[in-house]
């Protein structure tokens, strides 16, 4: 496959690039027990300054990632101080970063809130740490996450994105979740472009063809994240891994072994058996991995050109590996 192949989205204007970059690892947080995250600053903003030179043109992040560290970081590298036309960018409302004001610290907490005026709140604050004029893409982040949080998406949050876009202010509108069940909802409702799924659609799991399908039917792109499942699709599976950001369990590593087997079998790496498999859904016009160093950066380039054979697909799906609906465009 292409790395930097360009797919447009929708009528947005936007052209999205099979591989991107996800900054959520380069925000500082470590998750699950150590096993994820934890970038410095400075290396933070290397990875993205090699991000740039290496061809990546397109960059996710979120006021949830290390509490606003994620775009503050992007504020400090390359992407502040080029053209804006030669990248886009998204981020995510449904979080405001504000003090820890009942401790009296300094310490910075993520506040849900998915309403009309933290929606434009979010975004302008966004907009100050990232040091840019404009961001492409917004997202409705994890409503899921409380009891009102849908409520709220679908009274104020997605309404108030549809007016910005409709006003010219951002390209494209879209929610991003680690789940697919809420998001049928959501562009079953409204007009969305694009829908950053999480961790639903992976080499390890296939639970939301269903709802894939129903995208390609609303015309919704996929942009897909977390194609490694936060890690066990990525490292030794004879050590501590993480899925879903948590410790891995025993069940989903063994899977992940016998995937692996098939891997080194037909001599593919199973990184970039995890990167393709899911690009070649017509629903899905990108993947954007994490990335902790610039070898990660490079290898995941590496790992979207590795030359992977139609067989190889067909052994995980005669093995009930991959599920059988999953579709293989063999000329991708």
Same mark, same amino acid.
């Given at each position: 496959?292409?790395p930097?192949?360009?797919?447009?989205?929708?009528?947005?204007g936007?052209?999205?690039?099979?591989? /991107?970059l996800?900054?959520?690892?380069?925000?500082?947080?470590?998750?699950?027990? /150590?096993?994820?995250?934890?970038?410095?600053?400075?290396?933070?903003?290397?990875?993205l300054?090699?991000?740039?030179?290496?061809?990546?043109?397109?960059?996710?992040?979120?006021?949830?990632?290390?509490?606003?560290?994620?775009?503050?970081?992007?504020?400090?590298?390359?992407?502040?101080?080029?053209?804006?036309?030669?990248?886009?960018?998204s981020?995510?409302?449904?979080?405001?970063?504000?003090?820890?004001?009942?401790?009296?610290s300094?310490?910075l907490?993520?506040?849900?809130?998915?309403?009309?005026?933290?929606?434009?709140?979010?975004?302008e604050?966004s907009?100050k740490?990232?040091?840019?004029?404009?961001?492409?893409?917004?997202?409705?982040?994890?409503?899921?996450?409380?009891?009102?949080?849908? &409520?709220?998406?679908? #009274?104020?949050?997605?309404?108030?994105?549809?007016?910005?876009?409709?006003?010219?202010?951002?390209?494209?509108i879209?929610?991003?979740?680690?789940?697919?069940?809420?998001?049928? &909802?959501?562009?079953r409702?409204?007009?969305?472009?694009?829908?950053?799924?999480?961790?639903?659609?992976?080499?390890? #799991?296939?639970?939301?063809?269903?709802?894939?399908?129903?995208?390609?039917?609303?015309?919704? &792109?996929?942009?897909?994240?977390?194609?490694?499942?936060?890690?066990?699709?990525?490292?030794?599976?004879?050590g501590?891994?993480?899925?879903?950001?948590?410790?891995?369990?025993?069940?989903?590593?063994?899977?992940? &072994?016998?995937?692996?087997?098939?891997?080194?079998?037909?001599y593919?790496?199973?990184?970039?058996?995890?990167?393709?498999?899911?690009?070649?859904?017509?629903?899905?016009?990108?993947?954007i991995? /994490?990335?902790?160093?610039?070898?990660?950066?490079?290898?995941?380039?590496n790992?979207?050109?590795?030359?992977?054979?139609?067989?190889?697909?067909?052994?995980?799906?005669?093995?009930?590996?991959i599920?059988?609906?999953?579709?293989?465009?063999?000329?991708?």
């Open positions: 496959m292409i930097f192949k360009q797919n447009k989205l929708g009528e947005t936007l052209m999205i690039p099979n591989l /991107g996800g900054t959520a690892p380069l925000s500082g947080d470590s998750l699950a027990q /150590g096993l994820y995250g934890g970038s410095a600053e400075k290396e933070a903003v290397n990875i300054n090699e991000s740039y030179k290496q061809g990546f043109r397109y960059i996710d992040t979120a006021p949830l990632y290390g509490t606003g560290k994620a775009e503050e970081r992007i504020g400090k590298s390359i992407f502040s101080k080029i053209d804006k036309s030669k990248f886009i960018i981020s995510k409302v449904g979080r405001l970063i504000r003090k820890n004001l009942k401790e009296k300094e310490e907490l993520c506040i849900d809130d998915w309403s009309e005026n933290a929606i434009y709140t979010s975004i604050e907009l740490r990232l040091s840019l004029n404009s961001i492409d893409i917004i997202y409705v982040h994890d409503p899921d996450t409380r009891d009102f949080g849908e &409520k709220q998406a679908v #009274e104020y949050a997605f309404p108030t994105l549809i007016k910005l876009r409709d006003e010219g202010i951002i390209k494209a879209g929610c991003g979740m680690n789940q697919w069940e809420m998001p049928q &909802k959501f562009i409702k409204f007009d969305l472009d694009v829908i950053l799924l999480a961790g639903r659609y992976t080499l390890l #799991e296939q639970s939301s063809l269903d709802f894939l399908s129903d995208c390609i039917k609303y015309n919704t &792109k996929i942009v897909i994240g977390g194609p490694y499942n936060s890690g066990i699709l990525a490292r030794d599976l004879n501590p891994v993480s899925y879903d950001y948590e410790p891995a369990p025993e069940s989903l590593i063994q899977k992940a &072994k016998k995937i692996k087997n098939i891997c080194e079998n037909n593919v790496p199973m990184k970039a058996a995890a990167l393709q498999f899911v690009l070649h859904h017509p629903a899905i016009i990108s993947v991995p /994490g990335v902790q160093s610039i070898s990660e950066l490079l290898e995941n380039i790992m979207l050109k590795f030359d992977i054979p139609n067989n190889f697909w067909e052994e995980l799906k005669n093995e009930k590996l599920s059988f609906n999953s579709p293989i465009n063999v000329t991708n």
